[in-house]
């Protein structure tokens, strides 16, 4: 492996700071489940979770490595309003109504993280104060819009448009003549939030397995025969499975490996710093993110670092330094950090859907083999309210589901030989329409 992909693993802020750490078994066994997870991600347990709640227990999670190996262990922990894009994309598919549910049920996610942190008395650091960030008057315009709809979705939490010199209030940055300080929205330890919803999972009756790959998937005849996975020391036999492996599913399954494509975030956490200087940066001690195509987007932690992320603007590469990279675009926001050490950096894959949309649903031909992928570059809060559609779904069924499922996914041919070309032509075709959809 070359050195720039190696970088993408080093050490995160995550597991350097993780309040649990479980450890689960390796699967040495051949179990039979009512329904079998790929993937110990916040996909794999917060739908088998949700399923539990439902009285549906007898599940096995399946992960090739530890829980939270994937984005779930490395993003940048940012707990937003919505699926992070415009939901309008969709509208042709859904309609006007079906647009309208899709906008009620995407800003659902907070209060699910929120309800499930204090349901199971997890500790994830979550704190409260989101802000999304505009550079000049077009982005403004959207804004305005952005805050109207916020309010009238979510009447019970702060949320107000600040402009010029009132920007100042919720962050110390020149950078910005706008923003919305959503005081419902707000930062999580995603890896924390992860392994406390596992335990949460374990009690009800949940297995999980780690260090267990999924090398095999044999369907029976029929669309509801019964599945059969294997990894290289056990099986697992279930009448449903749920393939949830996002940017790491690896063709494991061609029908729906083909309905996605990889880019690559990059994250760093500077060195704690001092309350000063965290007062001066945030004074809501909050999670920020542009409305550029193409984000930024940080937050403060618990330990008074800054974490900051973002992913190339145009040209799909991954840089050679990840600590010069990032820090360079965070001093274009805060210059006065210039001193500041950069203490970790690290990086991932994003699994994207052409019209950037989540995507659940089954296999062609089988009512029982699930999915859900392609949350295109957010996850955290989207995949808490899509798999609770999805688990729906998986049990009894919902209009929602049913919406949401039938949204067409588009095939990405040549998505491994082409993927640079492609990533940067469709990066370089999302900035443009940003300057028709108030984004830039
Ligand atoms: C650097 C970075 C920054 C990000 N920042 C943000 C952010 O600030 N806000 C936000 O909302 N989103 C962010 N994201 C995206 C978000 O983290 C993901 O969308 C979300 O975590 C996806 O969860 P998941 O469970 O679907 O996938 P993952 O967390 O990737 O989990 C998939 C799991 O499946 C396992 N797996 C794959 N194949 C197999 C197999 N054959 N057998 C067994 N297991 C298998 C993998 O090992 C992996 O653990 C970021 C992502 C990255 C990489």
Redesign the pocket.
Known sequence: MDQSLRQLDALNYYTATRKYDPSFPRLEADLDADVVV???????INTSLELAERGITNIVV????YLG????G?????VMAGI?HDLELIKRHVGTAGLETMFKIANLGAGIIKARIEKYGIDADFRHGYGYMGFNRRQEKTLRAWCAEFKAIDPDNQIDLLVGAEVRQMIGSDAYSCGIRHMGGGHVHSLNLLCGEALALQSLGGRIFEN???IAVEYGRGSDAAVVVRTSQGSVRARKILF???????G?EPAIDRKTINTY???MATEPLSDELILRISPIRGAYSDIRPMID?YRVTNENRLLF?ASTDYIEYIPGDLKAWNRARMLKIFPYLDKVKIDMAW????CCSANLFPQIGTLPGRDNAFF??G?S???????HIVCKVLAEGMSEGSARYELMSSIPHMNIFGKNALRRPMMSAGKTFHQLSGYFNGRR
């Open positions: 790929i993937g110990g991600g916040f996909s794999g399946l992960e090739s490595r190996y994937g984005g779930t490395r993003n940048g922990g940012q992070g267990s790959q999924v949830a492996c996002n940017a790491f599913l690896d494991l975030a990059f994250q987007y992320g990086g991932g894959p994003l859900v992928q949350y570059g957010f996850g955290v809060t989207p995949s």
